[in-house]
């Protein structure tokens, strides 16, 4: 070829830096190396993670869900503080295969940046797996992508994916569900991962707040408010499922209490939730008020200050309540289920 | 609060279309239905998936592997073709985790895109889902997130998730390999899935090409070449695994031959991998000489030609390559391992 052609290409002029991706790998090793126990057969940094199927379980199914943390994540990068949304992926991962009954056995991670800067994935692995030693679940594997040109310098993606396990003929759902069950609700403990863009648009484009301008109304800087980790419903819940005495559980994420719970609900069968049996929290309300956002929007883009639905049989209602508050949880009786097909009343 | 605060905000000012968002979820659901067979045990939509573990494992294992498609992404979008990145996707998790002598049970995925891209969406679900049925995965979940802000318009990043099943016992690994057994070489299709921001910096940056100007020498366009599905080892592959006849596998991904074979030789053993068995395929002898990249830079970016690389026991090599090539792989006999601290040799 001819000699006028470009020289010397490396992979590390076209954007990508081998040696930095090296060391970050031998940090995070250390950092995930605490979340596995005796059942994970794989090293960190082998092709795939190897996890031994519990021999606990009859009729074992796994239970399998990917997620993110949307526009969370601009609040985190904003704040240059990136543990919380870790400590929000596999919180909020643990909670959506909880409502099919499962308890965690491992998750895997993909980090997305166009350059990759360690400091920001350290904090979000040692975030994540913080997380998963709480919820107990492995961190098996992951992958951390250097994509020039996709992301603005300092912004990344984060995406996380979980594998829990249930005995499948024991599953919580909607086939267990049936007029005169009741709601009982479990406090969020703020916005969890819902309505960021809308939360962003507000406080920070249409307000000119900052991070650490006080969230009105709330007493508390909006960085604080806004990096709030969402939380995990696993511990205080997987005893009454073991129990069999949970028929269904809704998480109230994306779509808020009238999609999810929706979710849950067989045929002829429609949901009353009783709006004055809980107060809606400060944050949720400065951000209706300053937003002049209408309920409809702001029931279906919050959780409104509940983050779990319990679905479960009248008669046990006192009984879970005070359970739930003994293992301190702010838990109520939030509706009753009735026949009808007018899906999700919020009264 | 006082009225003259900005009104009527509502989520799809902030940037989130919840009905866009709903047309795509329903085609989404059409696509992945294909690939449940009995063993899945919930609908699309729900919120986690349910998959019952195959009985017909006696000590049986997970293997989970997450991973992203890299730059290629960038190709695809410049192309407006997005199916082929999807079975790129998966392809390259069932390779990752046939590696440690997994058949694949299911596949989970994540898009992160600006703002909802119906016809994207569609073509990357059907990429995905057309790899899964070809692999005998269900695409059992997945995450489509709206991120405002994060993504240039018409951009997006994807990453894919994959949980296959082993039996623990028989598991492939460095564990099983020693000096005196030899590598097979599989072909590669082309640059799979690494190397992309070279090839782009490369191709579209220091030569000024198009998709659709020949690659050069190669005979073919730009587009083409770079498109080029990544292909599946686990048809040819798996009979061999299923009569215990490979001691350990190399997915050749990003680090290139090196570091992937690197990754299954036990202490005390080094590979001797000879050049001279196969020829350089005209598309990466093109981007040697029109980069000016060394070798050794080469063959750490690069797969070179070869995809996947087995260890097996001298005596097996004649009939395992003879199999291979009878199920129309283009395999060979790539080297041996000797006794030796030097990792893999390049001679």
Redesign the interface.
């Known amino acids: ?1 001819a000699s006028s ?7 590390r ?4 830096d ?1 040696e930095a991706a090296g060391r970050a790998k031998d940090r995070i090793i250390e950092l995930v190396q605490d979340t596995l126990g005796p059942e994970v ?2 090293r960190p ?9 519990p021999g606990d379980v009859a ?10 943390v ?2 969370k ?2 609040v985190a990068i904003m704040a240059g503080r990136h543990d919380t949304v870790g400590r929000d992926l596999v919180n909020h991962c643990v909670d ?2 909880l ?2 009954g ?1 308890r965690p ?2 998750f ?3 980090i ?1 940046m166009g350059r990759l800067a360690e400091g920001t994935v350290e904090a979000l692995v040692s975030g994540m797996a913080t997380a998963c030693r709480e919820n107990g679940a492995a961190l ?4 951390t ?7 603005a310098d300092g ?1 990344y ?1 984060l ?1 996380g ?1 979980i ?4 005995e ?1 003929e024991r ?1 919580p759902g909607a086939h267990r569900v049936q007029a005169g069950d009741v709601l009982v609700g479990l406090a969020s403990n703020g916005f969890h991962t819902n ?1 960021y ?2 939360l ?3 406080l920070f484009d ?2 000119g707040l900052g991070l650490d301008d006080e969230f009105p109304g709330v007493g508390l800087p909006v960085g604080e408010v806004l990096l709030t980790v969402h939380r995990s419903y696993l511990r205080p819940v997987m005893p009454l499922l073991r129990a069999g005495r949970i028929k269904a559980l809704a ?1 109230i994420t994306g ?1 808020g209490i009238p999609e999810n719970l929706a ?1 849950v609900l067989p045929e002829g069968v429609e949901a009353h939730v009783q709006r004055s049996t809980w107060e809606m929290p400060l944050e949720f309300e400065a951000v209706r ?5 209408s309920d409809e ?1 702001m029931y ?2 919050f959780n409104m200050g509940v983050g779990m639905i319990l679905v479960v049989a009248a008669e046990d209602e006192v009984d879970i309540t005070a359970q739930l508050r003994a293992a301190g949880e702010d838990a109520w009786g939030l509706g009753v289920l009735e026949p009808g097909d007018g899906g999700v009343l919020l009264i």
């Open positions: 070829m052609e470009p020289r010397g290409l490396s992979y002029d076209a954007g990508v081998r057969l794989s940094g082998s092709f795939g993670g190897i996890y031994r199927v009729s074992p199914a796994l239970v399998a869900s990917a997620d993110g949307g526009t994540l601009k959506d295969i409502v099919e499962a056995l491992f895997l991670d993909y997305g098996l594997g992951g992958e992508a250097e994509m020039p040109d996709f992301y912004d993606d995406a994916f594998v829990g396990i249930v499948a599953r309505g863009s809308l962003r648009r507000l249409k307000l998480h779509g979710r008020e300053l937003g002049g956002i929007e279906r883009t």
